[in-house]
């Protein structure tokens, strides 16, 4: 289109100029003009005008060529977005049709990057030293308990912990060490399959859920270099199965946490004080002759359900009852049964409290045997106080208060102790802790004593 229009302006200038300079002749140059010479100018104007049509046809071919190639262009792409359409359908119908087979995919071969990706090392180790009242103060404890961890896919996972402990001892009268000791167990190990997002299968030796401290504030977690009394009151672990998880509550982050189980239980150790003994961490029992058997027929089952209530960020409560009940001799009379009711609150990031109450009872050629315990303890951090002292940020302040009343003893009496402690936790950083705690004992119980006692603990 501008070529045309570029040839007829020209056109129309050779006329214009050829008309001016005629015009500007003057009459006797005009009329020296012979016949000839006005034929020649004649004819270059028609051959010139000639040009410029042969040009406009040009230039109209020239536009003709172009919508029809912008016609083909067009129909190119329509016929290249029909082929994408087919293409994307077939795909479809193919992976559709690979879903619906039955016969199971072809195992791929190991990733080693995969594998060692999935395998993880977490753990704790405790160094403890104690000043008892009565006797010399010294390193008591030195403690390693890894943890390893492997995922085997989306659903699988394999988990184990180890307690390799260094212990010196006393003598009777607290005077002198009389030794040390060192063992190495496994603390737990199990296999987990995820069954959905709110139930996950376990099977193995596992950490039972009596009450929330045995899974979630052991070693280097607990705010106190050792345990509540009253925990020694159930059994911490057990080989068997377990369905748990947890169900939402609305939208608002609350949910109902489950877990049911059941395992092989106490059992019974024979001594020559009493041939029907307790044991707690049995899930075999240990006869005189100190051969291993299991002495009872039936496995025993419990759970554990609680309810977890957020309020705000760092603002929950959480509380929760358990309970177990089974047969704990070899000839099936007695049955050991537990019960306990835990609590948790958060108050922001800065202080936190928590709690158990544990009742246990089971037969015994003696009659029944009831002892409970419970205990209480709280912590708050001064960093909570907004205060320039980076020493003073570092360090949370802790208290607890714990009560036994244990099984009667050989002289007829039982054990009743109560435990008030006070200390500090400082942090080196999330993982390296420092704590001292002093303990104030008031029992019937000549072991039990107030002491000292300082803890390095470190998390990884």
């Known amino acids: 289109m501008k070529n045309k229009m570029k040839t007829h302006r020209l056109k129309h200038g050779l006329v214009a100029v050829g008309c001016v ?3 500007a002749l003057p009459p006797r140059a005009a009329a020296q003009v012979s016949l000839a010479d006005f034929n020649a100018l004649r004819d270059a104007v028609q051959k010139l005008s000639e040009q410029v049509q042969s040009l406009q046809q040009t230039n109209i071919i020239r536009e003709q060529t172009h919508e029809k190639d912008v016609q083909q262009i067009q129909q190119l792409q329509e016929k290249l977005a029909e082929t994408q359409q087919i293409a994307t359908n077939a795909e479809q119908k193919s992976i559709e049709a690979a879903q619906t087979q039955t016969q199971p995919p072809l195992r791929e071969p190991i990733d080693e990057a995969t594998v060692n990706h999935n395998f993880m090392m977490l753990g704790d180790a405790e160094f403890q030293y104690v000043k008892a009242a009565g006797q010399h103060g010294g390193f008591v404890l030195a403690d390693f308990a890894p943890i390893f961890l492997y995922r085997g896919g989306d659903n699988i996972l394999f988990e184990a912990g180890f307690d390799t402990t260094l212990q010196n001892g006393l003598n009777s009268d607290g005077t002198h060490d009389s030794g040390s000791t060192s063992s190495f167990d496994l603390s737990f190990a199990q296999l987990d399959y995820v069954m959905n ?16 401290y045995s899974e979630r504030s052991a070693g280097w977690l607990n705010k106190f270099p050792d345990d509540p009394l009253a925990v020694s009151l159930i059994p911490g672990g057990g080989i068997g199965v377990e369905l748990q998880g947890g169900i939402p509550l609305g939208d608002a982050g609350a949910l109902v946490n489950y877990q049911i189980y ?9 001594t020559n004080a009493d041939p029907t003994a307790l044991d707690l961490g049995g899930n075999v029992g240990l006869k005189s ?7 009872h027929g039936s496995p025993v089952g419990g759970g554990r359900l609680g309810v977890f209530k957020p309020f705000k960020p760092h603002y929950d409560v959480e509380l929760g009852v358990s309970g177990q009940s089974g047969e704990w001799d070899d000839s099936g009379t007695y049955l050991y049964t537990a019960g306990v009711f835990d609590a948790a609150l958060h108050l922001g990031p800065n202080f936190q409290a928590n709690g158990e109450y544990i009742l246990t009872r ?4 003696q009659g029944f045997v009831n002892q409970q315990g419970w205990w209480v303890q709280a912590g708050y951090k001064l960093a909570g106080l907004d205060l320039e002292f980076p020493v003073i940020n570092n360090v949370e302040l802790v208290g607890r208060y714990d009560n036994l009343h244990n099984a009667p003893g050989s002289n007829g009496l039982g054990a009743n102790t109560s435990r008030y402690t006070t200390g500090f936790i400082y942090y080196f950083t999330n993982t390296l802790l420092f704590e001292g705690d002093y303990e104030f004992v008031h029992s019937n119980d000549p072991s039990q004593v107030d002491q000292l006692i300082l803890q390095l603990s470190y998390g990884f």
Do not use: I, K, R
């Open 262 to 270: 059941g395992v092989n239980g106490p059992s019974s150790s024979e």
């Open 362 to 365: 089971y037969g015994s050629d």
């Open 289 to 295: 002759d100190n051969t291993v058997a299991n002495l």
């Open 21 to 23: 300079l005629w015009m």
């Open 197 to 212: 997002e709110c139930m996950t299968f376990s099977a193995g030796d596992l950490l039972l859920p009596l009450g929330t």
